[in-house]
Nanobody, 113 residues
Framework: QVQLVESGGGLVQAGGSLRLSCATS????????MGWYRQAPGKQRELVAS???????NYEDSTKDRFTISRDNAKNTVFLQMNSLKPEDTAVYYC???????WGQGTQVTVSS
């Protein structure tokens, strides 16, 4: 499950931006839709955004119009551009190959008020 490696998390002020990256293998990247999930303390892990191998995207309602998921096929990498961050976005963000057992180890995003 360390076949997906997230990076780009950190501490930002409300209204700021972060860009998360998830690097994976070509065999995973070419076969599965990719998703970004997040889990805050005391809450269930939730799907934030996903992108299919064909490039179709879906977003959770609270992140729509603020977050953008994308794929770089040459680098086997999926990104999550997060703008206008809010304190409620604070969570550990995980990359996942959807419908597989493959998860990254997570990257912490903290948004201060």
């Amino acid at each position: 499950q360390v076949q997906l490696v997230e990076s780009g998390g950190g501490l930002v002020q409300a209204g700021g931006s972060l860009r998360l990256s998830c690097a994976t293998s070509g065999s995973i990247f070419s076969r599965y839709a990719m998703g970004w999930y997040r889990q805050a303390p005391g809450k269930q892990r939730e799907l934030v955004a996903s992108i299919t191998t064909g490039g179709s995207t879906n977003y959770e309602d609270s992140t729509k119009d603020r977050f953008t998921i994308s794929r770089d096929n040459a680098k086997n990498t999926v990104f999550l551009q997060m703008n206008s961050l809010k304190p409620e976005d604070t969570a550990v963000y995980y990359c996942h190959a959807i419908s597989s057992v493959y998860w990254g180890q997570g990257t912490q995003v903290t948004v201060s008020s």
